[in-house]
């Protein structure tokens, strides 16, 4: 298991050799100071022997003078390795953040249905700043606490055989608990950090439903709910900060003990004159850097564990592979036309395998007609929308545009042809100009005017604080319903597809909204290849066709006047919404 998360450390090596000239600078720093430190050492026996012992000034001005020019250089060297491993650490840190994002923007669809966004979102801040900590301190802080073990032992070894010994003996008593602990520490920290997330992603949902939440007046039992997150958060986080506090205990305890013993042997052999008083005041040193060094690791080595959990954690989500892809050889899409098939599509939703979201599916839409796709809630129109987009791909049968199948098509390149007007748009918290020109950023803003008058959006546009500047809140919380539309379709003009797939919202709106948001659309659908998911009579007469679907399935398809005669659910439907409706508009 451990050796299993540092291969996956190892594989962070990729990001860090992108940077080998910083990396070279910062080994050399690493090093220099490393072996500054240890020489320091040799200044504290000159200064014992050759200043107190021998009685000489001078050379006790000049050991100390070793000692300030020893200081000058260590500082120096910790100046630059500081600089450049924390740099190191940032931009690495930047880098893996970028291509995780990179990654996930280009996913399919339903792998964020299945996984909470508040835990993907954790896995971007939290997950690559511990990566950031652990390559621009940890991970520097461990190697330079290894060379300075190894030299030191090297030294103890050369000044005093019988002491080292000691201290040998001390290392498997000291390594031991540390590395039971480590295990126990480690498992608690991927825990705390899931349970963090658990609590960031729960406040992150509340807040967005804070109408909801209040409207029911559920503020007491949810922040019930929000303090079982917390306090389990915190119970976790307890029991680690427990277990780390008592692998530092064990150590500390463990490396002084061994110290004072090394003092009291040593200073029988000072005092039987087996070794000078400078010399075991360098051994001293040494063995404090020795001991030092290992308390340093025991003590990073729980975060460099709790690293490799990040690390292991945000490469798995590298390796995720969309489903949704290009082919090897994608159709030009300049070859294919704008007619719409589909063939015995069959589909299921990932996440209810168990359920057909569309059975046996058949649909035409000839190059410039429309179609309206009428039938009960939950009957798989928007479904449709989805599966021409390529969110997801079918269980059975086919998709085509212009007599290609989508999959054989760049999803970009399919996805450029269409301009989807949501049920419920979607907005960005950005300005007005912004989210018109979603589709096409580089559009001119004479462009972006002219498709929101022609989106019938242009005058309330102008009556906003700062007319095409003004901000819209997050998703749009600022506009009313008919204004969101009308943005919507103001952004679909401006795209100017090939293919438009209308949703057409179900909340009434006021006659004067919906008259506008009517001709908006009309002038949208001219020319263009159109499905149109219609609630509303107007919208329905206007169609080529109408497609009524229940339960998944197509059930019956002609003009207003059939199916009136063929269909008995197109007729009921007919009385009881599209009736209503147009009788509001009127
Ligand atoms: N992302 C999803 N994951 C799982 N099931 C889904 C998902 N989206 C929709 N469904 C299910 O698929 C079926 C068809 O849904 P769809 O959204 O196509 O209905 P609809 O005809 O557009 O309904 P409405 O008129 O209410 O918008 C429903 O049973 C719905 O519960
Ligand atoms: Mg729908």
Not at 80 to 106: M, N, P
Not at 403 to 408: A, G, H, K
Not at 504 to 525: F, G, I, K, P, Y
Not at 536 to 543: D, V
């Given at each position: ?341 589909f063939?015995g599509v ?12 569309l059975t046996d599916l058949n649909l ?33 049968g ?154 998944g399935q197509l ?32």
């Amino acid at each position: 298991m451990a050796s299993k998360n540092y291969s996956v450390l190892l594989k962070l090596g990729d990001y860090l050799l992108n940077y080998k000239g910083t990396l070279v600078a910062a080994s050399c720093a690493l090093i220099f100071t490393a072996g500054v430190t240890l020489a320091m050492g040799q200044g504290v026996r000159l200064l014992i022997d050759e200043g107190f012992i021998a009685g000489s000034t001078d050379k006790l001005n000049s050991a100390a003078l070793f000692i300030v020019g020893v200081a000058v250089l260590m500082a120096i060297g910790t100046y630059t390795r500081f600089y450049l491993v924390s740099w190191l650490g940032e931009r690495v840190s930047a880098d893996i953040r970028q291509s995780v994002f990179d990654h996930l923007i280009s996913l399919h669809p339903s792998y964020f249905e299945e996984n909470r966004s508040g835990e993907i979102m954790s896995r971007l801040t939290t997950d690559t700043t511990l990566l950031q900590s652990v390559i621009g301190s940890s991970a520097s802080m461990a190697l330079r606490s290894f060379l300075t073990f190894i030299g030191g032992l090297i030294l103890l070894l050369i000044t005093n055989l019988k002491l080292t010994l000691f201290v040998l003996a001390g290392v498997p008593i000291v390594l031991i608990p540390i590395m039971l602990y480590g295990r126990r520490v480690r498992s608690l920290s991927r825990k705390s950090q899931d349970t963090i997330a658990d609590v960031g992603s729960h406040a992150g949902e509340i807040i967005q439903q804070i109408k909801t939440v209040q409207s029911y007046t559920q503020e007491d039992n949810e922040r019930l709910a929000f303090a079982g997150h917390v306090e389990g958060a915190f119970d976790i986080a307890r029991s680690r900060i427990k277990q780390r506090a008592m692998l530092i205990a064990v150590v500390i305890s463990l490396i002084f003990s061994a110290i004072a013993a090394m003092l009291w042997v040593g200073g029988n052999d000072v005092i039987s004159g087996v070794m000078t008083g400078g010399e075991l005041g360098a051994f001293v040193f040494y063995a404090i850097v020795v001991a030092g060094s290992v308390a340093t690791i025991s003590e990073v080595i729980g975060e460099v564990q709790r690293a490799a959990g990040a690390a292991e954690r945000l490469l798995e989500l590298l390796a995720i592979e969309s489903l949704i892809t290009a082919p090897d050889t994608p159709t030009d899409i300049c070859d294919t036309s704008s007619k719409i098939e589909f063939k015995g599509v069959t589909f299921h939703y990932p996440s209810r395998p168990d359920t057909a979201a569309l059975t046996d599916l058949n649909l035409t839409v000839d190059q410039g007609m429309s179609l309206a796709l009428v039938g009960p809630s939950g009957a798989g129109k928007s479904t449709v929308f989805e599966l021409l987009q390529r969110f997801y791909d079918t269980d059975q049968g086919r998709v085509l545009l212009g007599n290609t199948d989508v999959r054989q098509l760049k999803p970009q390149d399919l996805r450029s042809q269409l301009a989807v007007v949501a049920q419920q748009p979607t907005l960005f918290s950005g300005d007005v100009m912004h989210n018109i020109r979603y589709g096409k950023p580089d559009a001119s803003k004479d462009d972006v005017i002219s498709a929101a008058k022609a989106a019938n959006a242009h005058e309330f546009i102008e009556q906003l604080p700062d007319g095409y500047h003004s901000y819209l809140g997050e998703q749009g919380v600022r506009l009313s319903g008919g204004q969101r539309q009308r943005l919507a379709i103001a952004r679909a003009i401006l795209k100017d597809p090939k293919v438009l797939l209308l949703d057409e919202a179900t909340s009434a709106l006021d006659a004067e909204s919906e008259h506008r948001v009517q001709l908006a659309l009309a002038n949208l659908m001219r020319g263009r290849t159109t499905i149109i998911i219609a609630h509303r009579l107007a919208t329905i007469r206007n169609a080529d066709s109408i497609a009524v679907l229940e339960g998944g399935q197509l059930v019956a398809q002609g003009t207003h006047e059939q199916l009136l005669d063929t269909s008995s659910l197109y007729k009921r439907l007919s009385k009881l919404q599209f009736q209503e409706r147009s009788n509001a508009v009127h």
